[in-house]
């Protein structure tokens, strides 16, 4: 006796891809000043080579860092 293996066809599987919603540039006068300060010392640790601890923070804050970074590195 033989078994075989049924499968569902390509089209009944197929992969999604999750949307990227593309946002604006956040202007450096927005960011809050304790978050842009909390950029310029992660920078600073990084390239004195220490390592940063970064705590959890909702995605609204973590922007504005990452854009603090970003600044940091465009101009310096």
């Given amino acids: 006796m033989t078994e075989t293996i049924v499968s569902p066809s390509a089209e009944a599987v197929k992969p999604r891809q999750h949307q990227r919603i593309q946002r ?3 202007a450096a ?3 809050e000043i304790p978050l ?3 950029g310029r010392h992660i920078a600073r640790r990084v390239s004195k080579g ?3 601890h970064i705590p ?3 995605n609204a804050a973590f922007g504005q860092v990452l ?3 970003e600044l940091k ?3 310096n």
């Fill in 24 to 26: 604006d540039d956040i």
């Fill in 29 to 31: 006068s927005e960011i």
């Fill in 36 to 38: 842009k300060a909390f």
């Fill in 50 to 52: 220490r390592s940063v």
């Fill in 56 to 58: 959890a923070m909702k």
């Fill in 67 to 69: 854009r603090t970074l």
């Fill in 73 to 75: 590195r465009a101009f």
